[in-house]
């Protein structure tokens, strides 16, 4: 019984040493509520970095139950990006309209955006779009995100965003938020 106890606690220690740092927080640092992760990437060598944001308050009309939501900011093939994952579907392209909204500044509604991974994932890469929200993302104490969509309710998140400015710098380090703008596939 011991020798396999051992052994158990043998394999898992060896498969920590094999697991990619990118499974792992090792690399991780905070920001006020932020998590930034610094690493290289293990084909090129090139820096990679985002910063992510939590939530526990971001709900569904569609869905009784509160649930996470996660803001990233990330470099996406040299590229800025935001990047908003929930926990429920959200909508489609055709039929979906986002809009966010900074502290007690004027918002922004109708927004470009792409909407992937099951219908869960909103990805905000315009560049003109992308300035202007990290821009006000600097300067601001919270975030409300409000996506209406015909075929998946409403959805409402809010971010606390204490510790944005290093999130931001570390984020977008490897790529300039004036970046010409990302080619579409099939293009």
């Known amino acids: 019984m011991r020798r396999a106890a051992f052994v158990m606690v043998a394999l898992s220690v060896g498969a920590c040493a094999a697991r990619d ?9 905070s920001s006020g509520n932020w998590k930034i992760e610094r690493q290289a990437d293990r084909i090129t060598g090139a820096p990679l970095a985002s910063a992510q944001l939590v939530t526990q308050t971001s709900s569904n009309s569609a869905d009784p139950k509160v ?23 959200v909508g489609t392209g055709p039929n979906t309209i986002v809009g966010y909204r900074f502290d007690e ?18 990805v905000i890469e315009d560049k003109t779009e ?9 300067q601001s104490a919270s975030l409300v995100i409000r996506i209406r969509s015909l075929n998946a309710g409403r959805t409402t998140a809010e971010f606390k965003l204490d510790g944005a400015a290093a ?21």
């Open 21 to 29: 740092p990118y499974v792992t927080s090792a690399n991780t640092t």
């Open 67 to 89: 649930r996470p939501a996660m803001l990233q900011l990330t470099c996406f093939d040299t590229y800025p990006v935001v990047r908003l994952s929930f926990g429920f579907k």
């Open 105 to 122: 500044r004027p918002g922004h509604d109708n927004i470009p955006v792409r909407i992937i991974g099951e219908h869960r994932i909103v």
């Open 130 to 138: 992308v300035a202007r929200f990290v821009g006000e993302l600097s």
């Open 167 to 187: 999130a931001i710098e570390a984020a977008f380090a490897g790529c300039p938020l004036t970046a010409e703008p990302r080619p579409r596939a099939g293009s």
